[in-house]
């Protein structure tokens, strides 16, 4: 089961909006309503932004959304501020006997 | 508060074994399923392995499975992986992570995260 494919990076200004893309397969991303967002800090452990393509748990700002077309998801973060310069990964369910599988990562620079 | 700690990290050499712990607290820990993430230096995340909430299910990535075992002990809030035949490919820094429903299902999320255990596989 490959990694799903995320930009190694992304930047933007104070308040600009950004979007990162998760592309997999009609196995993974394409095949499922669950895919998942997560924030990691350095040096802290990760943090979930997003669950079930678009949900935003309890305190997560909504300045993250999400949203899924064919075989690709994308996070995406509005209003783009200091604290939200860090590492962001995407998983999907595969349905396979590595039952989920995580995204190649991506970091946003804050400019 | 929702808490999970791990412990059990080190340096192994090849071939040799660790068994990581991960202590939950502020949850009923035997009403959810658990996972194993681990993160080798600079890299990006993957995911190991789950137990169902009673243990009964487990589930593994193709890159541990026949050598890695995980277990629950829900009596002890306690999460554990048994890592077998260590190669230098898993030193990584091994996290525990909740899911949010007590079986394995196609909608699991992981949170909250542990602080995460370091494993260093070296001679």
């Known amino acids: 089961q490959s990694a799903l494919t995320q930009p190694a990076s992304v930047s933007g200004s104070p308040g600009q909006s950004i979007t990162i893309s998760c592309t997999g397969t009609?196995?993974?991303?394409?095949?499922?309503?669950?895919v998942s967002w997560y924030q990691q800090h350095p040096g802290k452990a990760p943090k979930l932004v997003i669950y079930?393509?678009?949900l935003r748990p309890s305190g997560v700002s909504n300045r993250f959304s999400g949203s899924k077309s064919g075989n690709t998801a994308s996070l995406t973060i509005s209003g783009l501020q200091a604290e939200d310069e860090a590492d962001y990964y995407c998983?999907?369910?595969?349905?396979?006997?590595?039952?989920?599988?995580f995204g190649t990562g991506t970091k946003v620079t804050v400019l | 508060q929702l808490q999970l700690v791990e412990s059990g990290g080190g340096v192994a050499q090849p071939g040799r074994s660790l068994r990581l712990s991960c202590v939950a607290s502020?949850?009923?820990?035997?009403?959810?399923?658990m996972h194993w993430v681990r993160q080798a230096p600079g890299k990006g995340l993957e995911w190991v392995s789950v137990?169902?909430?009673?243990?009964?299910?487990?589930y593994y990535a193709d890159s541990v499975k026949g050598r890695f075992t995980i277990s629950r002990d829900n009596s002890k809030n306690t999460l554990y992986l048994q890592m077998n035949s260590l190669r230098r490919e898993d030193t990584a820094v091994y996290y525990c992570?909740?899911?949010?429903?007590?079986?394995?299902?196609?909608?699991?999320?992981?949170?909250?995260w542990g602080q995460g255990t370091l494993v260093i596989v070296s001679s």
């Open positions: 992570a909740r899911d949010h429903a007590p079986s394995i299902t196609p909608q699991s999320f992981f949170a909250p």
């Open positions: 502020g949850f009923s820990f035997s009403a959810y399923t």
């Open positions: 137990t169902s909430s009673d243990g009964s299910n487990k």
């Open positions: 009609s196995s993974d991303v394409g095949g499922y309503k669950y």
């Open positions: 079930e393509v678009s």
């Open positions: 998983t999907s369910y595969t349905g396979s006997s590595t039952l989920y599988v």
